[in-house]
């Protein structure tokens, strides 16, 4: 069984703030990635080797643009996307706050972010 049996695999465009090293101009650039979500459930003709594999398995996203244009109309020169990973793990980026919504980030950011949200609730009610 291949490792793609165990996850949907679609394309996903995300909004990923870059400066460009060229300029130093800081803009908003959608690049595509490939998100790959495990499926909810093992393949039916899995084995037991294939549903130790499937336990094991995280869902993740894979970046495929490795270079961007600048958006300045003055450069336009193309860079490389750096400081994004090429691989990441996935979590629901639409539940985190607005500024951290192009950052892919491991999942403990996320409970870092939930328990900062928790106090700054208490203190607000
Ligand atoms: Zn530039």
């Known amino acids: 069984m291949e490792e793609r049996d165990f996850f949907d695999e679609r394309p996903e465009p995300r909004t990923h703030t870059l400066t460009c090293p060229h300029c130093s101009v800081a803009a908003t650039y959608q690049l595509n990635w490939l998100v790959r979500r495990k499926k909810s459930q093992c393949p039916r003709n899995a084995d037991e080797r294939d549903r130790a594999r499937f336990a094991k398995a995280q869902s993740y996203m894979v970046r495929r643009d490795d270079q961007v244009a600048c958006?300045?109309?003055?450069?336009?020169?193309r860079f490389e996307v750096t400081g994004l990973q090429t691989v990441a793990?996935?979590?629901d980026t639409s539940k985190l706050p607005a500024d951290h919504r192009e950052v892919p980030a491991p999942v403990q950011t996320n409970d870092r972010e939930a328990a900062l949200r928790a106090r700054f609730a208490r203190k607000t009610y």
């Open 71 to 77: 958006t300045n109309v003055r450069c336009r020169k």
């Open 89 to 91: 793990d996935l979590i």
